[in-house]
C-alpha cells in the first residue's frame, strides 16, 4: 500500500466522496442522515475552501470537510468538523491525517474554533478527535434518533491556538 497523501476536494471526486459517505451512512453511528444528498446540496452545504480528500495510489479513501454552524457574523470564525473513511481504510491512521490537515487549512482560513458532533457510541471517533486536540464540551442525551433509536451525541470543540 502507498502513502496517504491529501487534495483538495472538487466535484470530480464526488462519485468517490458519495461512496464512502454513504458507506458511513450505513454505520447508523456516523450521521443522523438517511440518504446521500446531490452534489448541489452537499456542495452548498460545506464550506469551500476546507474540503480535502485523502488517497492512496490515486485511489480516493476519505474526505474532511467543513460547515458552518451559523450565519450569524460573530460565528464566522466557528465551523463543524466531518471525517470519513472508506470501510476498506478504517484503523490506518488516514481519519487522522485528514483531521490533522482540516486543521491546518481551517487555521488558514482564520477559522479559531472547530466543533464536531458525534455519536456517543463512535468511540474511535471520539477517540481521534481527542488525540488532535478536540475536548469533550458535553453530551446531548437523546438528541435525536435514527431508525426509530433514540442516540446520545459528544459535542466536543477544539480552539486554535494560532487564530485568535
Keep these: 500500500m502507498g502513502a496517504v497523501t491529501t487534495r483538495y476536494l472538487t466535484k470530480e471526486h464526488w462519485a468517490s466522496v458519495s461512496r464512502i459517505y454513504a458507506d458511513g451512512i450505513a ?33 480516493i479513501v476519505g474526505f474532511a470537510v467543513l460547515s458552518n454552524v451559523s450565519k450569524r457574523e460573530v460565528y464566522l470564525g466557528v465551523a463543524e468538523v466531518s471525517v470519513y473513511v472508506d470501510s476498506e481504510f478504517r484503523r490506518q491512521h488516514i481519519a487522522e491525517t485528514l483531521l490533522k490537515q482540516l486543521i491546518i487549512e481551517s487555521e488558514g482560513q482564520g477559522f479559531w474554533t472547530l466543533q464536531a458532533g458525534i455519536f456517543s457510541k463512535n468511540e474511535a471517533s471520539i477517540a481521534l478527535h481527542e488525540k488532535c486536540g478536540f475536548r469533550v464540551v458535553g453530551v446531548r442525551k437523546k438528541i435525536g434518533q435514527l431508525h426509530g433509536v433514540w442516540h446520545d451525541n459528544h459535542f466536543l470543540e477544539r480552539r486554535s491556538s494560532l487564530v485568535n
Excluded: M, Y
Design 27 to 59: 454505520t447508523r453511528i456516523a450521521t443522523f442522515e438517511t440518504e446521500v444528498p446531490s452534489w448541489k446540496q452537499w456542495h452548498n452545504k460545506h464550506i469551500e475552501s476546507c474540503r480535502i480528500v485523502a488517497l492512496i495510489d490515486d485511489k
